[in-house]
């Protein structure tokens, strides 16, 4: 088929005409495709009421059509006799399993490079009462917090705050830092004497960089302040109103956490947080405060407490510290304790003690990260055709087949996320069927950056207590949450780094419990795995058609072959390549059964393109659009060919991502931004303040539509 067979060249994508290719299509919706030849001799298509041009003829390309492709494509097809014949008494149009199997880029061998595991010790046999801690503060940890034993990077960094040192403090994902800081904390803060009072104001400044992370920290504080009721904890965060925040300032906050813009804003036009009382500075997940776009409001948040008060002191917390840390470490700390819990299990090496006394910082060690002990990883080669229904086969595999399982899909952009989560749900729970299909509950959730504040915490509630489900979020959920009893980690789109690839893999196996992550790949894409073995990260593969098996246990997608009465292997992949299909042609049927999804869908596809261009240069040779083949991701977006002026955004993106900055670069459209700029926009898009959030929502509201540009730098 046409659509099948260009490659990799951008410049020359067009729409092709493989819908086009059965002179008469039946769909779900009933509704036909017709020919007639126009005056240009171009043949012209109307399905319903739709017209659509053919696409130009197309030269094969011989490099990536294998052999035993086309004889699997040979034996499925059908002559059209005969396909009538089979036609009927059945009611599944005829399926072209060749199609979504054929032309794709070979599958490589891949090999994870062997690395030295670096294993932390989750907890210690140390109990709370060991410290020097007031009594009401150990009963509420043993009572309301329900935790009797320390972890290890509580048992080494609660005595370093308490005899009042700084700390830069590393340890992986899920191992109980927000604890290390918050016991020294408010075992300080009690024992201030005069008592404090809310008119103090703030004591204590906690720096956190998403909104749902402010509330989840809000809440530890309220819980181990309960005893200590003269102390006030309070959160700002975008998406609030902003008068209210203010008030709530007024009345006084004596442990204010908040997401950095959102600090900046107050600090900016409220005019009403006195920091000369501040003790404590935390700045938790401290590199991704420090990544690009927040460097600046860090600087102003720095400066605000400098001209307040000196005497201070800070803490950084992450999983993955980098080399920005130190930068940060040498403007506002005082002689800091690095904090690092790590042994190499594999030498038998404890570092546990040194790494208190190391005067060097963490960074030093080459980045190479701890992933929890009990996480399974894995990595999933997938043509981009088959990304989709491949997906689409895993979440039915955990949700459909198996028991009490809790899965988080990463994607890329916010369009993303919104599109696929209606894909999804209607045609995997068979909400779109016309046909007399089974229905399946499975719960999906979604959470991005574009979400009305009051839905985001909404949905992060629900998650949280579900016992089940699927969350589609974008990065916004990759660093901090704690969500209970999460089983799957799907990184749909690869992470931009090998830290944001800890981060979102440390959503499960939290705190000793076991868990499982899957990095999804494209065959140009495999390189990646060395990048994260550089990182001392190493991978298992899972093979795609492992996960495709699932959909010969799911009736609903059945072909019109009778493979199952055959049980040879050849026999197995038919079946499963034909459910495949249909999976994906209910995918296509879907998107092209309104003009509203067919926009979606582009709209998501476009916004997936633009986050692609979005990699960091040192990994532009793994993911570079040059690589991507445009009908095939679009495939993956249930669009039969790749929408036409496609091609130009994207050319035009990166024609601009080439030149140089000039003059006033913030006032520039998205796709016209340096790449680096392109990071920093998506990174804050979903992490600001939330100021931007409101206005521009009002302002959506106002012309009820907006288009994807806006959309990606909102908040
Ligand atoms: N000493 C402890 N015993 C048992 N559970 C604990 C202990 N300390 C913390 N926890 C629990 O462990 C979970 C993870 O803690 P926390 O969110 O602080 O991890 P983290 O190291 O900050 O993770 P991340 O790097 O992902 O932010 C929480 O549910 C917390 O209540």
Redo the contacts with the bound molecule.
Sequence with gaps: MAEDLLMLNISNQEPTDSHFSERKHKYSSGQKWTAKKTANGKRKYSFGNQDYSSAKQRKPNANINTKHEDQVASKLKTSPKKEQEEQKGHDRPFIKTSSLFRNNPEIPDVLSPAVIQVKEKV?TSNS?QELDLHPHLVAT?NKV???????S??KQTIPVLMSGKDAVVR??????????YGIPLVQSLQAVQPKIKRSDGPLAVVIVPTRE?AQ?SFQ?FQKLLKPFTWIVPGVLMGGEKRKAEKARLRKGINVLISTPGRLVDHIKNTLSIAFSAVHWLVL??ADRTLDLGFEKDLTVILNALNAASSARQTVL???TLTEGLSRLTSISMNDPVYIQVSDVTDHGVNTLETSLTSPSPPSQQGDSYTVPDKLQQYMVVVPSKLRLVCLAAFILARCKFERDQKVIVFISSCEAVEFLITLLSTVLCGKSSTENKQQLSINFLRLHGNMEQEERTEVFQEFSQSKTGVLLCTDVAA????L?QVTWIVQFNPPTSAAEYV?RV??TA??GAQGNGLLFLTPSETAYVDVLASHNISLGEMKMEVILSTLMQDERFKGRGNWDKKKSAGAREQDMRERATVLQTDFENYVHGSAESVQAAKKALQSFVRAYTAYPSALKHIFHIRHLHLGHAAKSFGLRDAPQGLSSTITDSTANGKSKKKGKDNKRPTAKLTARERVASLIRSEYTSGIQQESKSKKKRKKKKGSTEDELTEG
């Design positions: 907890f709370f940890l917090l329900n935790i009797s034993s320390m972890t990077v509580q340890s992986q994902t899920g191992s109980g830092k927000t604890l290390a992370l989840q530890i938790d997940e917390l992450s999983a660093r901090g949450l704690d209970p981060h440390g959503r939290r705190i």
